[in-house]
């Protein structure tokens, strides 16, 4: 949904949330209606989770729940990764494990494996030895929960799937490879309507083609990325 179609409805559904008192809901909500806030109006630090509709320093702050807490470092994580901000989408990734148990068969879940694989594939790459390994792990087994889902629904997953396995393809060397997954990535994701991995495909792709000197097709892969 354009974002200012969703802003707009965000602001309906915080008036019927609060007309009810539904103060479970009201709390993820005003995090991720901040964050569509923030990705249309915002600035360069438009990653921080703070302004007219959510605080979430203060919000971290007061009694909520392990489920709340997911919503909003779910948020959160979002918004760190789409700013470049690694260390902060680390931060939110670190609370997302500590409070997984409250995300088991929610969409949430597939949201912190898809972005915790895209999160360390790059620090893996660079490290070396015993954090290597360990390293290897943890993506292999978010790659494992990522082909079980896209089995089961590759219109929600096997997106997901492809661009975090392009990623792989691409820090391994296997430079053909990642190619092929990127533009499958990238078209599965606008098949399917997810407009924002559609677009972190095509940019990731662009880095990738920068990365081995093609800047025409680089920049070509920027322009398809802004929706």
């Known amino acids: 949904q354009d974002f200012r179609a969703l802003e707009k409805t965000a602001a309906e559904y915080t008036g019927i949330l609060e007309q009810v008192d539904h103060r479970a809901a009201i709390f993820p909500h005003l995090a991720y209606r901040q964050a569509t806030h923030n990705l249309l109006h915002g600035d360069r630090n438009f990653w921080i989770l703070d302004g007219a509709h959510f605080e979430a320093v203060r919000m971290e702050r007061i009694e909520a729940t392990g489920y709340q807490l997911c919503q909003l470092h779910l948020a959160k994580l979002v918004l760190a990764y789409l700013a470049g901000q690694n260390d902060q989408a680390l931060l939110s990734l670190d609370v997302l494990r500590r409070y997984d148990a409250n995300m088991i068969a929610t969409y949430g879940q597939a949201i912190s494996a898809f972005y915790d694989a895209l999160c360390h594939i790059p620090l893996w790459s660079a490290a070396r030895g015993p954090l290597r390994r360990e390293l290897s792990r943890r993506i292999q087994a978010r790659l494992r929960q990522l082909r079980l889902w896209s089995r089961h629904a590759p219109e929600n997953f096997l997106h997901k799937l492809q661009l975090v396995e392009a990623e792989q393809a691409r820090f391994q060397g296997r430079i053909p490879r990642a190619m092929e997954l990127y533009r499958l990535a990238a078209d599965a994701a ?34 398809e990325a802004v929706y």
């Open 190 to 223: 606008r098949e399917q309507e997810y407009f924002l991995e559609a677009g972190i495909a095509y940019e990731r792709s662009a880095d990738f083609y920068r990365s081995i000197g093609e800047q025409l097709i680089a920049r070509k892969l920027l322009r």
